[in-house]
């Protein structure tokens, strides 16, 4: 005979009784950092002068791959706590870590008058760019071809959260940020400082390897989907487009587009180690 059932209501009334104890808040001016990469870029970027994590949390569960972060961490002087699995996924929320988190300072975050750009200045700016995967993405592609600055508007963007820390692969560690109140403004302004301001933009006047890419540049990117908004058109003085097979799609992935209009530019002028 199998045995009785156990009503589901009791498994909920013990839910209730013993439930599971809530994520700790993040003190003020901090953030979470999740995944072996951007934990281990988090650590690193303190070599470019940027704040280093306050703490890393380590499965306590031996592999050599924590373990060498975790060596890693501690030789720079950053306190490491080796905690088990499930406090962990209580800490990251559930997230996917890998084994291992930070608690960080927040990201440095400048205005553009904060900017300071060169006659050879390459800056992205992102419009309403909405999907933190695809945030993170492209913030992987601007620092690895040497985009000088990344800047967006405040209002209807990804947030700067551990899914985008995760997407970029810790490359935002590396990255200069410039959040701005207005983007078709900022994009006026930048052009009255003397760069060129370029947008992608599918009905584009311009094929990408015909177009004038010369230094000083901004290079500006849509939202997935709905790409520029005609205010942000209206701020470019020119709009290029990607060369596509007729008859096929009609669009790329954001961070693809970008990827490729970033190495068009590196590929003219050179990749500029930022780090230089």
């Known amino acids: 005979m199998k045995p009785p059932v156990k009503p589901r209501f009791q ?45 890393v949390l380590v499965d306590d569960k031996s592999s050599p791959q924590l ?17 088990s699995r499930s406090e962990l996924d209580r800490h990251t929320r559930g997230a996917h870590h890998q084994g291992v988190a930070a608690l960080a300072p927040e ?8 900017l300071t750009l060169g006659p050879s200045a390459l800056v992205l700016a992102l419009d309403e760019l909405q999907d933190p995967q695809n945030f993170g993405a492209v913030l992987r592609s601007a620092v690895a071809l040497g985009t ?17 820390f995760r997407a970029s692969a810790g490359a935002v560690e590396h990255a200069t940020l410039c959040r701005v109140q207005s983007l078709p ?29 010369d230094l000083p540049l901004v290079l500006v990117l849509g939202a997935e989907g709905k790409g ?12 290029v487009r990607l060369p596509m097979r ?18 068009e530019v590196a590929r003219r002028h050179g990749i500029r180690n930022n780090d230089a």
């Open 148 to 164: 000088d600055a990344v800047l967006w508007p405040e209002h209807s963007s990804a947030p700067l959260s551990p899914a985008t």
């Open 67 to 83: 373990d060498a972060l975790a060596r890693f961490a501690h030789d720079r002087g950053i306190p490491v706590e080796r905690i």
């Open 107 to 114: 990201l440095e975050i400048l205005g553009l008058a904060d």
């Open 11 to 55: 498994d909920k009334a013990r839910y209730r009784e013993n439930p599971q104890p809530p994520a700790p808040s993040l003190p003020p001016g901090t953030r979470l950092i999740v995944g072996i990469q951007p934990v281990r870029e988090a650590i690193r970027a303190e070599e470019r002068g940027r704040k280093p994590p306050i703490k």
């Open 185 to 213: 403004s900022a994009l006026t302004e930048l052009a009255e400082r003397g760069l060129d301001v370029v947008g992608l933009d599918a009905q584009g006047d311009e094929l990408l390897q015909d177009a004038h890419l």
């Open 246 to 263: 007729a008859g096929a799609v009609d669009s790329l992935n954001a961070s693809v587009a970008v990827a490729i209009a970033l190495y």
């Open 228 to 239: 520029l908004r005609k205010s942000v058109k209206q701020a470019c003085r020119r709009l």
